[in-house]
């Protein structure tokens, strides 16, 4: 009995630490959107050209620093709105969803479930157009966050019909 609650209680706090750390990735989509609707593509080229100069002066062949300076020398306008507004919804909707899921709000568990879900499905395409082990980790952590929602919802969802029986009045 000991080993089932102890392993309760690591699940829950590792359910609590995981929101925690996706409220805070939703903080940093919010700034990263402010970022990109208040500097302009020309200043992200430059700052990425400063920023890579010595790495690229020491080795010219360097992936990541050239990666970067061709992906930021392909900023187009557009692409910094479309790229701000995504940030800023997706952030916003997961700040949300993770502080009503905090706050035991029943309804916000289906949400973050599908929300999740949409964009598992989402990086699983852009994983098999181009492959990148950051997004296959972030992935696996989304998937675990689904996982561990699912799971916590069905315990709440349970406490609260038990809830429900007990105030019922017996015939």
Do not use: C
Not at 105 to 115: G, S
Not at 155 to 171: F, I, N, V, Y
Request: net charge neutral; no cysteine.
């Amino acid at each position: 009995m000991t080993t089932q609650s102890a392993q309760t209680t690591l699940l829950d706090r590792t359910f609590r630490v995981s929101l925690v750390l996706k409220g805070l990735d939703g903080v940093l989509e919010l700034i990263g959107g402010v970022l990109l609707l208040l500097v302009t593509p020309k200043q992200i080229g430059d700052l990425v050209r400063f920023l890579t100069q010595h790495e690229l002066a020491q080795d010219p062949h360097d992936f990541v620093a050239n990666s970067l300076v061709h992906m930021s020398s392909n900023l187009s306008v557009s692409a910094s709105v479309f790229g701000a507004i995504y940030l800023l919804l997706h952030g916003l909707v997961k700040i949300v969803l993770v502080w009503a899921v905090l706050k035991d709000k029943l309804w916000a568990y289906p949400w973050m479930i599908a929300f999740l879900l949409v964009f598992i499905l989402y990086q699983g395409y852009r994983i098999a157009v181009a492959f990148s082990w950051g997004l296959v980790l972030l992935t696996a952590f989304d998937i675990f966050i689904v996982w561990i929602t699912a799971r916590e919802y069905r315990l709440h969802k349970a406490r609260s019909q038990e809830s429900s029986a007990e105030a019922q009045p017996a015939d």
